[in-house]
């Protein structure tokens, strides 16, 4: 079984007010050296069958399909480790 | 600036409606060999001074403080590539 990491964030030039938000908190919590936050999406897929490039090309059809909006988002994949 | 990346991950031990979910509709979606998901979250932090072990302390404390719920979550950290 492969498993296979398809990390999802808002495009650089999309707002993110989650990120902002966080990192609103963090300044009021103390952590001013905290200059940026990004809050995006991690999925771990398992995978039938061996941690190749079947399995990556597998993933990255359902990341286009299912798990990330092209339109805002981007994704990138890597094995688990 | 240190880019630390905090993913943040529910306790393999409590259930995840999210991924199942997304499980669920990937079948739909004719993904067959797709056995399991796992969703949670990504932050990207952009802190103040070197990619060191000071960075890496400071992002910690604010993954125990703000980011992560040490109930139901677990979250482990990186330098960005």
Redesign the interface.
């Known amino acids: 079984?492969a498993r296979v990491i398809v990390?999802?964030?808002l495009k650089p030039e999309i707002h993110d007010p989650q990120?902002e938000a966080?990192l609103s908190?963090?300044h009021r919590?103390g952590?001013g050296?905290?200059?940026?936050?990004?809050?995006?999406?991690?999925?771990?897929?398992?995978?039938?069958?061996p941690a190749g490039e079947a399995a990556l090309a597998?993933a990255e059809?359902?990341a286009r399909?299912?798990?990330a909006n092209p339109v805002i988002e981007e994704f990138s994949l890597s094995f688990a480790e």
């Open positions: 079984m990390d999802v964030m990120g966080v908190a963090s919590l952590f050296n905290v200059t940026g936050v990004r809050q995006g999406k991690r999925f771990e897929l398992d995978i039938d069958g597998r059809e359902l399909e299912l798990l």
